[in-house]
């Protein structure tokens, strides 16, 4: 059911940001970002394994699954804008701040055609004979629902395995020194 579908969502909805903000706070501390940007990689592919693997009769692993999944992705959007920043110099800051942002976007609208496209094309192949309302079929029947789990499980061991490219491209990158200090707390007078 949609209601359903929207709670198993929400850990990963809230993990995103959280992971945003934890990594912003981390990169503030230490001055450092390819690590973190690392680690947010590696947890994204294995939050993607994990959720492709986990039964959907265990709420707690797939709870866990995409929380390890949202806080891998969310290390991953301030630290990459941070390397972005800092690769050029002060002048470009905007530019590249906005190319960023435009790659992000353009990168998610191919993605998600791809992965609907490879996801229209499993279902087809797991359901030969299914009318052409595909998608309203599905849930009416168990074979359906067999075939759309099987169909969405190597959809993520796919997207989970083209993510672990990730870890293999951010440790050719070169990570500079940060510009600005961490700004410290003012102390109450």
């Known amino acids: 059911a949609p209601d359903s579908s929207a709670l198993r969502l929400l850990p990963l909805t809230l993990a995103i940001p959280f992971g945003a903000f934890l990594a912003g706070r981390l990169m503030s501390a230490t001055g450092h970002y390819k690590m973190l940007q690392l ?5 994204a592919t294995v939050g993607g394994f994990a959720l492709a693997l986990c039964p959907l009769d265990q709420t707690g ?4 699954a995409l929380v390890v999944l949202g806080v891998g992705l969310g290390f991953q959007f301030p630290t990459s804008m941070v390397a972005t920043q800092n690769a050029v110099s002060v002048g470009h800051i905007g530019v590249a701040t906005a ?3 435009l790659s992000r976007l353009l990168g998610g609208a191919v993605g998600v055609a791809l992965l609907s496209s490879l996801l229209t ?4 192949h797991a359901l030969p004979d299914a009318p052409a309302e595909l998608f309203a079929s599905l849930m009416s029947d168990s074979s359906g629902r067999v075939a759309a789990d099987g169909a969405f499980r190597q959809l993520f061991l796919i997207s989970a395995a083209c993510s672990a490219l990730a870890p293999l491209l951010i440790l050719q990158l070169s990570e500079k020194e940060l510009r600005g200090k961490p700004v410290a707390a003012a102390e109450p007078a």
Do not use: Y
């Not at 692993?61 to 866990?64: G, P």
């Open 61 to 64: 692993l797939m709870i866990a």
């Open 39 to 43: 680690g947010g990689a590696v947890a």
């Open 121 to 124: 094309t499993l279902l087809r």
């Open 99 to 101: 190319l960023t942002s």
